[in-house]
């Protein structure tokens, strides 16, 4: 499976962003899905996953109550709606599928970079 990511930008402290994730192939509805992110200087992080119905949903404290993961198998896109941005939300998000039953995320995105100004 291939992952594009998008929806990254510039915005303030407070403000919301809408991060999309593409995926090809006709079997994105059997992956888990999840989003990590990078800060500069800093080890790649974990920020959410999804299960592969949409049933199931996992967020790291920092992002809990602001973030929400999401995914819509007809379209083949998992999302992540960020609200109320922290300073220390800047990283580049990047989307990654794992097969069901597996631990392993094996497939990635490029990344999109989100910043957001105090």
């Known amino acids: 499976v291939q992952l594009q990511a998008s929806g990254g930008g510039l915005v303030q402290a407070g403000e919301s962003l809408r991060l999309s994730c593409a995926a090809s192939?006709?079997?994105?509805?059997?992956?888990?899905m999840a989003w990590f992110r990078q800060a500069p200087g800093k080890e790649r992080e974990f920020v959410a996953r999804?299960?592969?119905?949409?049933?199931?949903?996992y967020y790291t404290d920092s992002v809990k109550g602001r973030f929400t993961i999401t995914r819509d198998n007809a379209k083949n896109t998992v999302y992540l709606q960020m609200d109320s941005l922290k300073p220390e939300d800047t990283a580049v998000y990047f989307c990654?599928?794992?097969?069901?039953?597996?631990?392993?995320?094996?497939?990635w995105g490029q990344g999109t970079q989100v910043t957001v100004s105090s």
């Open positions: 990654a599928a794992r097969q069901t039953g597996s631990t392993t995320y094996r497939y």
């Open positions: 192939g006709r079997t994105f509805s059997t992956y888990g």
């Open positions: 999804i299960s592969w119905s949409g049933g199931s949903t």
